[in-house]
């Protein structure tokens, strides 16, 4: 591709990923990314923050402990 068509996805790719990351931080619904092969959580909206009543960190160890114990199928 020309250097104008990769620029142009460039800027696609930047406009859709600031488009949804606005969708995923203004969500009402707690929402979790979670990396299921770690359990890591990648990424939390702060619906999901407040819901479960902890920060990022505790929600880390939580689904940690659930995927560790079985509970958690990713």
């Known amino acids: ?3 104008r ?3 142009s996805d ?3 790719l930047r ?3 600031e488009k949804y990351r606005g969708l995923f931080l203004r969500n009402k619904a707690p929402t979790l990314i979670i990396d299921g092969s770690s359990g890591r959580i990648v990424d939390a909206n702060p619906a999901a923050l407040s819901f479960y009543l902890m ?3 505790g929600l880390d160890k939580l ?3 659930l995927h560790l114990h079985g509970g ?3």
């Open 1 to 3: 591709p020309s250097c």
């Open 72 to 74: 958690a199928k990713a």
């Open 15 to 17: 406009q859709s990923e």
């Open 63 to 65: 689904v940690k402990a």
């Open 5 to 7: 068509g990769a620029m």
């Open 10 to 12: 460039i800027e696609d």
């Open 55 to 57: 920060d990022r960190a």
